[in-house]
């Protein structure tokens, strides 16, 4: 009973050191790049969002200038999503390990093809440039924890751009941080009424009811979501989450290694198999998924936990 009573507290002690060290060393990095036609002509006024559900802030939203280019600054380093969309083109991703030492990081490149209904103007009257300063000084107001402040500039470039419907993904953010639960699913659900499939505004509602303590809206609406035709790997993360939440590590574990399934380089489920792991009082069991954390994803934040976890576990 005292061996696997130390082996619980070594480990998460391990844990907790090695993410405040995470967080206390972390640099930010830039990412840039142009948005373009098949015709190799730049879009202007394209809308690049930058997520990481690993990092904090955990999203990014930029839009491009006359010559179709974008830049996107204050990036923690780990794997970033990104997506660049513009009204009448159908959205392009793509995701890049961000680094904030060393080598700049490559830029990246988009070609937007045509979409149903024709292009259209997503600036509304404003100009480029305008547009991304306002976002870039909404997008400081966030970052500076000024929560009120930033939902009222995110608000205000709604109303001049109301294309932009990415941006309720900031504002719903923002009152989560102030926990104002209700105004984040309301702010969520005006991003669906736009885009119906957007999985980001479900996972959010989903983990928004989580943080608000409503296990059973959260599984129900993350449920729905991993029902549909293209789930991505966050809803099944998150389904694994509130299923932990619950105190049901093995269901967690399915939606976790369904996750990883999906994206076999993303080592954010992989630790959290060995979470569960940790959580049975195997020991093996977890330096073993720890050390294929490390492996997959060497340079995200769950791999230095992993090894410091390791260190401790092998002492």
Do not use: C
């Not at 930010?28 to 006024?45: A, F, L, Y």
């Not at 989580?210 to 790997?233: C, F, N, V």
């Not at 369904?258 to 380089?265: E, M, T, V, W």
């Amino acid at each position: 009973m005292y061996h696997r009573a130390h082996f619980f507290r070594a480990a998460l002690a391990a844990l907790i050191i090695s993410t405040l060290a995470s967080g206390a060393l972390a640099q930010t990095g830039r990412v840039g790049g142009t948005v373009k036609d098949e015709g190799g002509q730049p879009i202007k006024g394209a809308t690049v969002t930058a997520d990481n559900p690993n990092a904090s802030p955990n999203s990014f939203t930029a839009t491009t200038d006359d010559k179709g280019r974008f830049s996107i600054i204050g990036l923690r380093s780990g794997t970033w999503s990104f997506t660049a969309q513009a009204p009448g083109f159908a959205p392009e991703s793509g995701r890049l390990n961000v680094q904030t030492i060393g080598a700049p990081n490559p830029p990246l490149t988009f070609t937007l093809k045509k979409g149903a209904g024709g292009p259209a103007s997503a600036l509304g009257g404003m100009a480029a440039k305008d547009l991304q300063a306002e976002l870039a000084a909404a997008d400081q107001l966030y970052n500076s924890q000024k929560w009120d402040e930033a939902i009222a500039a995110y608000k205000a470039i709604m109303t001049k751009t109301p294309a932009l419907s990415m941006i309720n993904l900031q504002i719903a953010s923002a009152y989560r941080n102030k926990k104002e639960y209700d105004n984040a699913i309301a702010a969520y659900n005006e991003l669906l009424k736009a885009e119906p499939n957007n999985d980001k505004a479900k996972v959010g509602i989903g983990m928004t009811n989580l943080e608000k303590g409503d296990l059973a809206a959260a599984e129900e609406t993350l449920q729905r979501a991993a029902e549909s035709p293209t789930p991505t790997r966050e809803v099944f993360y998150n389904l694994g989450e509130v299923k932990f939440a619950k105190g049901q590590p093995d269901e967690a574990a399915k939606w976790y290694q369904k996750a990883a399934d999906l994206d076999a380089s993303w080592g954010k489920p992989l630790f959290k198999l060995a979470l569960v792991q940790l959580n049975k009082g195997d020991k093996d069991g977890t330096i073993k998924a720890l050390e294929k954390v490390i492996a997959v994803d060497p340079a995200s934040q769950e791999a230095a936990q992993a090894k410091a976890v390791i260190e401790q576990l092998k002492k």
